[in-house]
């Protein structure tokens, strides 16, 4: 069952903010929201993750509902290479020997 | 953030060939590590668990035999895909964990691109 619900496409002008939503309403109190992305034939790549408060580093800003049953990745300027797809995935603490789910994700197409 | 490595980036080979994929974990020790594979316009499906020094554990519909796993080190874990066939033809990528207290993060190689003639 999918843990996590994501719209399956969006558009984002270059140089515009793009704001990815991400819906995980049966999240429990001890886990964790991941955002990582996959650009064309590559392996994914890790942007950011948070519990429940906000997070931010060079690549994106993840905001984290206070109810935690929704977040929001941020690209503040989407340049031509975020062009991907998107995912969402949430996982519990201390779970090494656990791989990640990936569901379907969103594809973002950023467009000049 | 940690660095993983796979080797070949892509392979074509006959029908009824062995193919062998390595993942590194170049700059940090993983004693597990992961192997997905993705076909097109598809998402990313687990097919098994690799645990250094022990068997790996494979997911439900993926042939143990068939798909062969060594993790023999901390930094290595390697994928043989036995008698290939064109249905096996796929995106493989391989993961591993890097510890942090209780936030670990799963990184991921590049990818491998097998295509079985």
């Known amino acids: 069952d999918a843990k996590t619900t994501q719209p399956p496409s969006m558009d984002c002008a270059e140089g515009r903010a793009a704001n990815l939503p991400c819906n995980h309403s049966?999240?429990?109190?001890?886990?964790?929201v991941y955002w990582y992305r996959q650009i064309h034939s590559q392996g994914p790549q890790y942007i950011i993750h948070g519990l429940k408060n906000n997070e931010t580093n060079e690549m994106a800003s993840l905001i984290i509902t206070e109810d935690r049953k929704s977040s929001t990745l941020i690209l503040p300027h989407a340049t031509l290479r975020d062009t991907a797809v998107y995912y969402c995935i949430v996982r519990a603490a201390n779970q090494a020997g656990t791989a990640l789910i990936f569901g379907k994700g969103t594809t973002l197409s950023v467009s000049s | 953030g940690a660095v993983v490595s796979q080797h070949p980036s892509r392979v074509i080979c006959k029908s009824g060939t062995s193919v062998k994929i390595e993942c590194r974990s170049l700059?940090?020790?993983?004693?597990?590590m992961f192997w997905y594979r993705q076909f097109p316009k598809q998402s990313l499906m687990l097919m098994a668990t690799?645990?250094?020094?022990?068997?790996?554990?494979?997911e439900q519909g993926v042939e143990k035999d068939k798909f062969l796993i060594n993790h023999a080190s901390l930094t290595l874990s390697t994928l043989t895909v036995t008698s290939a066939h064109p249905e096996d033809s796929s995106f493989y990528i391989c993961?591993?964990?890097?510890?942090?207290?209780?936030?670990?993060?799963?990184?991921f190689g590049p990818g491998t691109r097998l295509l079985v003639l």
């Open positions: 690799s645990n250094e020094g022990s068997k790996a554990t494979y």
């Open positions: 993961s591993a964990f890097q510890s942090g207290g209780a936030e670990e993060t799963q990184y």
């Open positions: 700059d940090f020790q993983a004693t597990t």
């Open positions: 049966t999240i429990s109190g001890n886990e964790y």
